[in-house]
């Protein structure tokens, strides 16, 4: 799966199993699906979508959740420079995780927002380590309507972080 293949490719040699109905309404020129449950590489998902075929502006959308999912494996479904990008941060424990990925289906980039929880975690990073950490995050690709969808105009938020560090805890509204 690539939007740009310059940039690389989500779920790479990914096996995707799931028994589903797609629907396709021929006025509209709309393929959809809704709620389909899958396995990627073995990880259960809920999937939901639609593709507006439309001759002038054809555009997608994806609602893509998982739930206990490893860190490890969410970085094993990335292209390389994004798993590379996040791999300064390790989880140890699963976490959920939903998307929402939408875009024009002839070229561009789609916009990207990322949700996650995870609890009672191990976090490490290159510059400090938590232990007992519980958070929910954010990712968009897209601060600023109208600018370019990439890294400049992008953001990593996390809610209601609470953690041990050194034996002292911590806490955050948002970071």
Same mark, same amino acid.
Do not use: C
């Given at each position: ?33 809704? #709620? ?61 995780? #939903? ?21 009672? @975690?191990?976090?490490? #990073? ?7 950490? #519980?958070?929910?995050?954010?990712? @968009? ?35």
């Amino acid at each position: 799966l690539a939007f740009n293949t310059g940039r690389g490719s989500y779920l790479k040699d990914m096996v995707l199993r799931g028994n589903f109905g797609l629907v396709y309404q021929k006025n509209l020129k709309r393929l959809s699906f809704d #709620s389909i449950n899958i396995s990627l590489a073995r990880q259960p998902f809920n999937l939901s979508g639609q593709f507006d075929l439309t001759a002038v502006d054809p555009q997608f959308k994806l609602r893509i959740h998982t739930r206990k999912a490893s860190y490890d494996f969410i970085k094993s479904a990335l292209p390389d420079k994004l798993a590379g990008a996040i791999s300064i941060v390790e989880i140890d424990q699963p976490l959920d995780a #939903s998307a929402i990925i939408a875009g024009p289906l002839k070229g561009g980039h789609p916009k990207v927002d990322i949700r996650w929880a995870v609890n009672n @975690t191990t976090l490490r #990073s290159l510059f400090m380590d938590f232990e007992k950490a #519980s958070f929910k995050g954010h990712f @968009t690709n897209e601060v600023m309507v109208g600018l370019p969808r990439k890294d400049p105009n992008s953001r990593i938020v996390l809610d209601h972080f609470s953690a041990d560090w050194r034996g002292m805890p911590i806490t955050s509204d948002t970071i």
